[in-house]
């Protein structure tokens, strides 16, 4: 199967960057065809599949946007939150990354699309018309509650994802409360992925969406 994973984070700065890197060897590592969209502070890495990097970076000319990464609370890499980014940041953030998607549908064409985080990159992934899941985390649900600018794309993607993965029961309970109607489509699969009980998932999803 061909798959899209994307990210907001630097895949070797955070715990969710490192679960998108374990997620992507694990996948290659069982047959399947991956590539990783992902925002980030160089262009460059040392991966041994293909990574699609959107550069944040202030004060760097070569950066595609001239903030840095933007990031639920600050750390190390950067002091941007996305409650700081003005409303022509957000709107350029948006676009970068969907530049960059656009480009990778149109030369990968994956099956299914991985998300991380009920977030931008969510509802981006809605816009392509590919099949989607999402794995959803405490940030985003806090997030929202401190600016409602994200509520809209955070509900549409949450609303049309194949499936929303979380790692607990109480946190799934955190999703059904924001994201309410969704009771058969988020699910408990713990951490780290099992690469099998994922896979089994993503089937399930396309089989939905194109049919057996």
Known sequence: MRILLIDHVPLHATAVGSQTLALAHGLCAAGHEVRVLTV???????EDFPVRRVVCRRD?????????????????????TFQDLSDD??????????????????????RMIH?????VGGHLALETGVPYVLTAFADELAALRDDTRYCRL?????ENAGRILVESDALRGEVLEACGGLEDRVLVVGEPYAVEQLVAIYQQVADERFGA
């Open 40 to 46: 980030d502070v160089a262009h460059q890495g040392q």
């Open 60 to 80: 760097e000319a070569s950066a595609d946007l001239p903030f840095d990464v933007p990031c639920f609370t600050p750390l190390a890499y950067s002091r941007q």
């Open 89 to 110: 940041e957000l709107a350029a953030y948006r676009e970068a990354i969907r530049d960059a998607l656009d480009e990778e549908i149109a030369v990968f064409d994956p």
């Open 115 to 119: 998300c991380q985080h009920i977030w």
């Open 154 to 158: 955070a509900q549409e993607a949450a």
